[in-house]
C-alpha cells in the first residue's frame, strides 16, 4: 500500500511541474498549451542555434510562438 501512495505521489508531481524549455525533448514540450510538434521542433533549433533561454519571455523569438501562444503555455514553463 505504501508503494501505491508513493508511486501515485511521483506520478501526481510530474503531471504538475513545469517543463524545463532549456532540457526538454519534443515529447515533453508538446506537452504545453499550443505547442505541437512543428513548434517543439523550432523551440529546439532556437536552442541550438542561440543557447539557452535565459527567461520564458524569450520564447516569443521562436518562430511560431507569439505573445498570446507565450502566454497559453508561460505558467507550464520553467528556465533552470
Same mark, same amino acid.
Given at each position: 500500500?505504501?508503494? @501505491?501512495? /508513493?508511486? /501515485?505521489? /511521483? @506520478?501526481?508531481? /510530474?503531471?504538475?511541474?513545469?517543463?524545463?524549455?532549456?532540457?526538454?525533448?519534443?515529447? %515533453?514540450? %508538446? =506537452?504545453? !498549451? #499550443?505547442?505541437? $510538434? =512543428? +513548434?517543439?521542433? *523550432? &523551440? &529546439? !533549433?532556437?536552442? +541550438?542555434?542561440? #543557447?539557452? @533561454?535565459?527567461?520564458?519571455? *524569450?520564447?516569443? !523569438?521562436?518562430? #511560431?510562438? #507569439? $505573445? +498570446? =501562444?507565450? %502566454?497559453?503555455? +508561460?505558467? %507550464?514553463?520553467?528556465?533552470?
Amino acid at each position: 500500500m505504501v508503494k @501505491f501512495f /508513493l508511486a /501515485l505521489l /511521483l @506520478f501526481s508531481s /510530474l503531471l504538475f511541474s513545469a517543463v524545463n524549455v532549456n532540457k526538454a525533448n519534443s515529447a %515533453q514540450l %508538446q =506537452t504545453l !498549451n #499550443g505547442i505541437g $510538434p =512543428t +513548434k517543439a521542433q *523550432e &523551440i &529546439i !533549433n532556437y536552442r +541550438k542555434s542561440h #543557447g539557452s @533561454f535565459k527567461s520564458v519571455d *524569450e520564447l516569443v !523569438n521562436v518562430k #511560431g510562438i #507569439g $505573445p +498570446k =501562444t507565450l %502566454q497559453k503555455m +508561460k505558467s %507550464q514553463v520553467a528556465i533552470r
